[in-house]
């Protein structure tokens, strides 16, 4: 059994209701479908972000959607399926709602060694807007990739990995001290 249907099956989807105008029962096979994605683009027209936001205000389903996706990213996922999930748990963790997205900063906080591996792996070293979702007092890793600006402040050492552009991961330090030399304070 993989972590991300175990993180699904702890919540009773029906009770939330979607950004669809829907129950979000039906988000519990999407999540799993996300992670059994092989390319970005099947993982994208899942439209998991249509469900759990409209534009930048969370729907109920956000603070467990986030937690699904911490644990989707604990397993084996395709580059485009981690991709579509570090994307959608940067808007997550950066809402109009500041409860939710202190919600969901804290579920991602839990994980943050995952978004360290995704960090140094390559996956998640550039962004289309250089977004910080931890608040004052964080830290965001933001890069760029070749055709693009590079980041202001310092490019993770690894490269790229095929397929994945414009991620972001963007980590929360403070209660955990403070992260490695390679990321550098604002």
């Given at each position: 059994?993989?972590?991300v249907d175990v ?37 994208g027209a899942l ?130 001290g403070r992260p ?7």
């Open positions: 059994m993989r972590l993180e699904v099956g702890r919540y009773d989807w029906s009770a939330f209701e979607c950004g669809c105008g829907k129950s979000a029962a039906h988000l519990a096979d999407d999540l799993r479908l996300l992670a059994e994605a092989q390319s970005r683009e099947e993982a439209r998991i972000d249509d469900h759990a936001l409209i534009q930048s205000f969370p729907q109920e389903s956000a603070v467990p959607v986030t937690s699904v996706l911490m644990a989707a990213l604990a397993g084996d996922l395709s580059n485009g399926a981690r991709f579509i999930c570090l994307d959608l748990l940067g808007r997550l963790v950066d809402t109009d709602d500041e409860d939710s997205a202190q919600a969901c900063q804290a579920i991602a906080c839990q994980g943050l060694w995952l978004l360290y591996r995704d960090l140094w792996s390559g996956i998640s070293r550039s962004s289309p807007d250089c977004r910080s979702c931890a608040g004052p007092g964080s830290h965001a890793v933001r890069c760029g990739t070749s055709g693009s600006a590079a980041c202001p402040e310092r490019e993770p050492p690894s490269p790229v990995a095929p397929g994945v552009e414009n991620a972001v991961v963007e980590i929360r330090a403070g209660q955990f490695t030399g390679e990321l550098l304070e604002r």
